[in-house]
């Protein structure tokens, strides 16, 4: 119920984000003394397993949703991605700087889907260091012309992307249920997506937990196949290598294993450092 009240509100939200972007098209451009950066082909979806980006946290901040007292248990959104269909993508391709105040209307939402799982701040494109959504945006949402005109939008279609496919009920609908230790067959998994999706995911795996699943859709927002179902190749760490078994771990967080007192002097005492986003 909750899911489905969420999902109504960010439709709302998206069709006055349209009407707030206008009618002009905006051409995708490459950052200041690079070449223009040719338009994307397609769109990946790329959600994130806290169960097993969690499990490897071991410092808290206000910024890490892996410390929030209840566990996070259902996959939650990395980015909405442009790439080509010969395996690369674009990046930074428009000099602008992410601005909060233009997604409020869409931060609850994104604090609770959207979550930064880390405790760094993240690279961004013109801004030098900053949170994770600016990360996302600069890198990410500014390539995603003609589809996506402006920052607001870009969060929105991600967002209704996520609700209207929702990968934690499409498992569970077809028996794989999340969080209860099972191993399950990668294809089974492949299967019940491709079959509830309508294409192949892809996805992305560490030590035989699934890391990350991704979803491709093509710039009409329809779905398609992503170009493997599971990073095999030669550019990709043998670690990310999905095993023919695979799980969707539970975690504690680490919130509940320290007490107040000593959670705070963590927040006071510590300038915690993590994994910068490269993605």
Known sequence: MAMATARTAVCVLV?????????????ARAPLGRKPQREFDYFALSLQWPGTICASTRHCCTTNGCCRSEPLQWFTIHGLWPDYDDGTWPSCCRRTQFEMNKILPLKDILDKYWPSLYCSSSSTCFSGKGPFWAHEWEKHGTCSAPVVQDELQY????LDL?????????L???GIQIS?????????VIDTIKHAFGGSPQIVCKKGSVEELRLCFDKELKPRD???TSLTNGSVSKTKHCPQYITLPKYDPLVLANSTGEIMKQFDDFEVSAAIYTA
């Open 15 to 27: 069709v006055w984000a349209l009407v707030a972007a206008g009618l002009g098209s905006v051409s």
């Open 155 to 158: 969060f929105t279609i991600a």
């Open 162 to 170: 996520y609700f209207k496919y929702n990968v934690t009920e499409m």
């Open 172 to 174: 569970s609908s077809g």
């Open 180 to 188: 209860n230790g099972k191993e399950y067959a990668l294809s089974d």
């Open 226 to 228: 992503c170009l493997t």
